[in-house]
Nanobody, 122 residues
């Protein structure tokens, strides 16, 4: 399986970006995909997760109400719509998948894409 993340960039505070994670090389219709981020000097944290099989989602508290994760089954892509961005959202964002899980809870993310940098200026 391959995960290809894209969509990062520079945006002013209050602005929006949409990240994409294209999943290829996998044919089953159940797995989970999560977005993680890592800011300079900080540990990586999970931002949001979606179950491809049932569409259930999970969000980290600081992004609830601002970020929306979704999937497009037609092109096997998971999106992270990020609105009302804040400078503290600045980080490298990664997408990752657990190909054996049906739910986000307890998922073990072993397949990772490359990061995409999001910079939010104040």
């Amino acid at each position: 399986v391959q995960l290809q993340a894209s969509g990062g960039g520079l945006v002013q505070a209050g602005g929006s970006l949409r990240l994409s994670c294209a999943v290829s090389g996998y044919t089953l219709d159940y797995y989970v995909v999560a977005w993680f981020r890592q800011a300079p000097g900080k540990e990586r944290e999970e931002v949001s997760c979606i179950s491809v099989s049932d569409g259930s989602t999970v969000y980290e508290d600081s992004v609830k109400g601002r970020f929306t994760i979704s999937r497009d089954d037609a092109d096997d892509t998971v999106y992270l719509q990020m609105d009302t961005l804040k400078p503290e959202d600045t980080a490298v964002y990664y997408c990752a998948a657990d190909l054996d899980a049906r739910r986000c809870q307890g998922a073990d993310f072993r397949s990772w894409g490359q990061g995409t940098l999001v910079t939010v200026s104040s």
